[in-house]
């Protein structure tokens, strides 16, 4: 799902957009007062990354992906607002195209074996997170975050699918011990459904994607490397299709105050799910 929860490049969560899936994600786990700001803290953050994902997505034909999106986040006492501008680019027989930042297979019948490349601006999302509860010894660190997809991606080079996406869910984590984090998100996505998108039948309608979510926990291997596993689903967007799940290992290092890097690996599990995805990414903090 989500090796694009990782592109903010701190840390892993639903972003799709989560799940995204946003997904494709792109928000921060880290849990407790890190992912706030006080005077005279850090209030901005800059992140870019790289997640090449490829599968055949549960038809004849591999499908390669790239998404490279730079996030620009403002952090607030109590939360922040970012915004995702990314770079795809997408090798496919048409079958499968990005939504919310992440490759689906959005054609079932009619597909054929021939495999062409675009690439281009994809579309730009912008979230926000707000936290309701601070961890507390028996209750955890939990926020509402929303997104809202704006069309921008070639929709007829199936780097999108023309519309408008938005969609709201829940964050939680909380800590174990004092190495151990446990993280759940879950989500609801709104899918637009243009008249048309490359690839897909006329009449099908993409669904709306109720419930993306992801069950993860997290090891600081020392106090600035944190290791964590994740197991993610979400619903498909076409009848027919089944729901694409993964599990997803990453890596998350603090450099400095200033600088982080993160490393992801992701394992399809289901036949609708990329084969593997692999992501990389840096952030800086100001």
């Known amino acids: 799902m989500k090796l694009f929860k990782v592109v903010a490049g701190v840390g892993i969560s639903v972003f799709l957009l989560a799940g995204s899936p946003y997904a494709l994600a792109q928000t ?7 992912v706030k700001t006080k005077d005279g803290m850090e209030k901005w953050q ?7 994902m490829s599968g055949n997505y549960g038809t004849d034909v591999r499908t390669n992906t ?12 109590d939360g922040d607002i970012t915004l995702i501008i990314p770079y795809v680019r997408i090798t496919s027989n048409g079958s499968v195209t ?5 490759p689906v297979r959005i054609q079932t019948t009619g597909a ?11 579309d730009i999302i912008l979230q926000g997170r707000y936290y309701i509860l601070n961890e507390r010894e028996y209750l955890p660190a939990t926020a509402v975050i929303a997104h809202v997809k704006f069309p921008t991606a070639d929709d007829s080079k199936g780097l999108g699918t023309g519309d408008w996406d938005e969609g709201i869910g829940l964050e939680l984590s909380k800590h174990f011990g004092e190495n151990w984090v446990g993280f759940l998100d879950g989500g609801y996505s709104v899918i637009g459904n243009p ?6 039948p006329a009449g099908v309608p993409l669904k709306n994607q109720w419930w993306n979510y992801d069950i993860g926990l997290g090891y600081y ?10 197991y993610e689903e979400w619903r498909t967007l076409v009848p027919g299709t089944v729901n694409p799940r993964d599990i997803l290992f990453s890596l998350m290092y603090k450099a400095t105050q200033t600088v982080r890097f993160n490393v992801a690996f992701e394992k399809g599990i289901s036949n609708d799910a990329p084969d593997y995805g692999i992501t990389g990414g840096v952030s800086f903090r100001f």
């Open 98 to 102: 990005f939504v919310n930042g992440v």
């Open 66 to 77: 790239l998404y490279v999106p730079l996030s620009i986040r403002r952090l607030f006492q």
């Open 46 to 52: 800059i992140g870019l990354s790289a997640t090449y």
């Open 112 to 122: 054929t074996t021939t495999r062409t490349t675009h690439e281009g601006l994809g």
């Open 28 to 34: 921060v786990i880290s849990p407790g007062p890190e």
């Open 195 to 200: 008249e048309k998108v490359v690839g897909r």
């Open 221 to 230: 291997l020392t106090r600035a490397l944190l290791a964590s596993v994740f």
